[in-house]
């Protein structure tokens, strides 16, 4: 269907940037023409649409008390937030990300629901994508080994009651898949969900939770059939503890059986080491930075710049924590920029070449088409930003990408449109209803929290061992 929009303002590129009273022209889903000649109308500054390149499409952590701990324990205590129903948590999760932006987002699926068989689970999240109007990519996470601690459980759990135990063992351990089964998987998944709007992805959770056959398996499978891989690396410093003392060579192993690629995307990466990053950055895999969730966590500071200089493809996600718990990934790309963006006056990148990069990298992380850029013949994804409420003062022209980064937040995503259809109109979404989803979601949480009385019960001796674990199996040097 063909459709335009006049932009006071558009940004078409680092290399062309801001054109200035342009009509956007597209038909069936792809730009046809920009042209001169903008219409009377509300002044608007139109950008390509964002990208979340590392989520998890789940409930907000804050509201089940996962608040001010590192990852650890937090990724246990999110254990109360676990999908009531698969649906409606990814509609929600996807409905938010859209409404601030975002064309495409990575679902790296670490915390199935329980509630139905994995590819019945993968279909209802792709009809919550497609009913939301997002792209996405998918990703079944893995584990085999290491499901509470990294290492020999036993000394977190023997204190604990023989109830406690047993709630815990319940709740997180599980008969391992093999390598094998979670190809066949991956390829049922891939048979039942992949399409133009859905790129169907390997999901190691991360090396510590994955055995070397695991990791093997995905690599020679990613370099058979070209699928793309996602994971979590180097998050926490026990996880870097973690490969110091079990798996040293760790980067330089993932590199010579082939994980290391173009086609892997790697979330966090925070505290990767000079020489792993350079073989990050040869091998053409890209790195997500997630500011906010690595605050919330007290993960650390990720060296995006000295990865960036050494020639690592950057990209951004929320991780489903973004600084307020909204999913602004536009308040998230402008906090990169200011802690990452340079030093006086030595600068990492500009805004619109950090914007542009995050952009191009994340489409290709979530196998989404294009490079994001505005121009014909590309994907007609794009937001349109109230550039009335942007330059609100309007004393004299100012560069409306540098405004976008001074001041820019989701409150001004006028319209979202992805793949040439509007899913976002004034705050709203077109294709659900988020304050209802998000009401019947409460709803069924609250009446659901007492099945895991015995959880919250034996959480606060739980959390005591973890913390005495982590910090005398795994001394940071």
Not at 279 to 297: E, Q
Request: aromatic content about 6%.
């Amino acid at each position: 269907m063909a459709a335009e929009i006049s932009a006071t303002s558009l940004f078409r590129g680092p290399d062309l940037g801001v054109s200035d009273n342009v009509v956007l022209r597209h038909d069936d889903g792809v730009i046809t023409e920009i042209a001169e000649g903008a219409g009377q109308g509300p002044r608007s500054f139109v950008i390509p649409a964002f990208v979340n390149a590392h989520d998890h499409a789940r409930a907000t952590a804050s509201s089940f008390g996962a608040v001010g701990m590192p990852l650890e324990s937090w990724i246990l205590r999110t254990a109360l937030g676990t999908p009531v129903d698969p649906y409606l948590t990814a509609a929600s999760a996807l409905a938010r990300s859209a409404r601030a932006g975002c064309a495409a987002m990575m679902v790296h699926y670490t915390r199935p629901s329980g509630t139905m068989p994995l590819v019945d689970e993968a279909k209802a999240i792709a009809k919550a994508a497609s009913d939301v109007g997002i792209r996405i990519a998918f990703a079944m996470a893995v584990r085999d080994q290491n499901p509470i601690v990294y290492g020999d459980a036993e000394p977190a759990l023997s204190g604990l009651s023989s109830d406690a135990r047993k709630t815990v063992e319940e709740l997180f351990v599980r008969a391992p898949m093999s390598p094998k089964a979670y190809i066949e998987l991956t390829e049922a998944i891939a048979s039942a969900i992949a399409g133009p709007m859905v790129d169907v992805q390997l999901g190691p959770a991360g090396v510590q939770w994955c055995s070397k056959p695991l990791l093997e398996a995905v690599a020679e499978n990613s370099a058979r059939t070209g699928r793309r891989i996602h994971m979590h690396l180097l998050e926490t410093v026990y996880q870097r503890a973690w490969a110091d003392q079990n798996f040293p060579d760790m980067v330089r192993w993932l590199r010579d059986v082939g994980f290391l690629s173009e086609r892997l995307t790697l979330a966090h990466c925070i505290h990767a080491r000079p020489d792993e990053l350079e073989m990050i950055a040869a091998s053409g895999t890209r790195i997500v930075t997630n500011f906010s969730s690595n605050m919330h966590l007290r993960s650390g500071l990720a060296p995006i710049a000295a990865a960036r200089e050494c020639g690592c493809a950057i990209a951004v996600g929320v991780d489903g924590l973004a600084l307020d718990e909204d999913d602004d990934i536009l308040r998230e790309m402008r906090l990169v920029q200011m802690v990452h963006g340079g030093l006086g006056f030595r600068q990492t990148w500009t805004p619109a070449e950090l914007f542009s990069l995050a952009i191009r990298n994340g489409r290709r992380a979530t196998g989404a088409p294009g490079s994001g850029e505005l121009g014909t013949g590309n994907p007609a994804d794009y937001v349109v930003i109230d550039l009335d409420r942007l330059d609100r003062d309007r004393i004299m022209p100012v560069d409306p990408m540098a405004l976008l980064f001074a001041r820019g937040n989701a409150s001004l995503v006028k319209e979202v449109v992805v793949a040439g259809k509007t899913i976002v109109r004034d705050g709203g979404c077109t294709g659900v209803d988020l304050p209802a989803i998000e009401r019947e979601l409460r709803d069924i949480y609250r009446a659901n929290v007492g099945k895991l009385a015995n959880f919250q019960r034996m959480w606060p001796p739980l959390a005591e061992r973890l913390s005495g674990w982590f910090e005398q199996q795994l001394t940071c040097q």
